[in-house]
C-alpha cells in the first residue's frame, strides 16, 4: 500500500470517527430528525453533480427502487437513529457502537442465510459479542438521560442492524450497478425520503452557528467527502484493505470526543472497544489466527 494511500485510510477514518462529534453538537439543537435530514439533504446537493454522467443516469433509472431501499437502510434510518443517540451518548461511545455492523452481517449471514463461518470467523463473532455486551453494562451509567441511555444504545444498534440489511441486500441486489451510482443515489433517495419530516419537525429556536457549522461539516465532510475518498480507495487497493477502516472510526471517534467535548475514555469505553475490534478483526479476517506448524520428525539415524 502506497504513503498516499495510508494517507487517505487514516484521513477517512477520522472523517467517519467525526461525524459522531459533529452529531453530539449539533443533535440537541436541530432534533435527531431535522439533523439527520439536513445532513442527507446537504450530502445530495454535494453529490449530484457526480451523478451527471449518462452511464450513472442509466444505472439509477434501471435500479432506482433497490437504491431508494438502500437510501433507507444505509442512510436514512442510520442518520436518525445515531442522530437520537447523540443527545444522550458520548460521541465516542456511538463511534463503538458503530464498529459491530461487520459481526451483525456475519451473524445474520450464518444465522438467516446459511453462510457458513470458518472457526476464526465464529471465535471472532463470539470475542466481538462479547465485547458488546461489556460496553453496555459498562456504560449505562452515562450522563444524567434516565432510560434514555438504554433508548439510545437501541438506537445505535438499531442503526447497525439497517446497515446489515443494506450490506445483504446490497451484495445480492445490486451487482449491475457501480458502487457509487448506488452510494449517491441512495444519498438523493434518504433526501427525499426525510425532506418531509425535516420541515415537520424544523425546530423551533433556530440552531447556534457552531449547530449549523456541524451540520456542514456532516453533509460534506462526513459523508460527501468520505464517500468519494472510500470508493477512490476500494478502487486503488482494494475492498480487503479499505475495510481496515473500520478500526480507525472508533479509535478516532473516542479522540475527538476527548479532544474537543472533554469527554472521559471510561474503562468500559476502553476494554468493550477492544475487545469488539479483535472481534471485528477476526471475523472479517483481517486478522489470522497462525497455526503453529506440525513438528519436523526426527530421524532415527544421522
Not at 223 to 235: D, G, P, S
Request: proline content about 4%.
Amino acid at each position: 500500500m502506497k504513503k498516499s494511500d495510508v494517507a487517505t485510510l487514516v484521513l477517512l477514518g477520522a472523517l467517519w470517527g467525526a461525524s459522531f462529534l459533529f452529531m453530539r453538537m449539533g443533535a440537541a439543537q436541530f432534533g435527531s430528525m431535522a439533523l439527520a435530514g439536513m445532513r442527507a439533504i446537504g450530502a445530495a446537493i454535494c453529490c449530484i453533480p457526480l451523478l451527471m454522467s449518462r452511464e450513472r443516469l442509466a444505472e439509477l433509472r434501471a435500479n432506482w427502487r433497490s437504491i431508494a431501499l438502500i437510501g433507507l437502510a444505509n442512510s436514512a434510518l442510520p442518520f436518525v437513529l445515531f442522530s437520537y443517540a447523540a443527545q444522550y451518548l458520548p460521541s465516542g461511545l456511538s463511534a463503538i457502537f458503530d464498529a459491530i455492523a461487520p459481526l451483525l452481517v456475519a451473524a445474520s449471514g450464518w444465522l438467516l442465510l446459511g453462510e457458513r463461518l470458518n472457526a476464526t470467523q465464529a471465535s471472532g463473532l463470539v470475542i466481538g459479542l462479547t465485547g458488546v455486551v461489556w460496553l453496555i453494562g459498562g456504560s449505562m451509567g452515562f450522563g444524567h438521560g434516565g432510560a434514555g441511555i438504554g433508548w439510545a444504545m437501541a438506537a445505535c444498534v438499531g442503526a447497525n442492524i439497517c446497515y446489515t440489511f443494506g450490506a445483504h441486500y446490497s451484495h445480492r441486489r445490486m451487482q449491475s450497478a457501480s458502487p457509487l451510482t448506488v452510494a449517491i443515489g441512495s444519498q438523493v433517495a434518504a433526501a427525499l425520503m426525510l425532506l418531509p419530516f425535516t420541515a415537520w419537525m424544523w425546530p423551533a429556536k433556530s440552531p447556534s452557528l457552531p449547530a449549523w457549522l456541524a451540520m456542514f461539516g456532516l453533509a460534506a465532510a462526513c459523508t460527501t467527502l468520505a464517500y468519494v475518498l472510500f470508493y477512490r480507495l476500494l478502487a486503488r487497493i482494494g475492498s480487503t484493505s479499505a475495510m481496515t477502516v473500520l478500526y480507525l472510526i472508533p479509535v478516532f471517534g473516542v479522540v475527538w470526543g476527548a479532544l474537543f467535548l472533554g469527554e472521559k475514555i471510561t474503562l468500559a469505553m476502553a476494554g468493550g472497544c477492544s475487545v469488539i475490534l479483535l472481534g471485528v478483526g477476526l471475523t472479517t479476517g483481517m486478522l489470522q489466527i497462525r497455526r503453529s506448524a506440525a513438528p519436523a520428525p526426527l530421524n532415527a539415524v544421522e
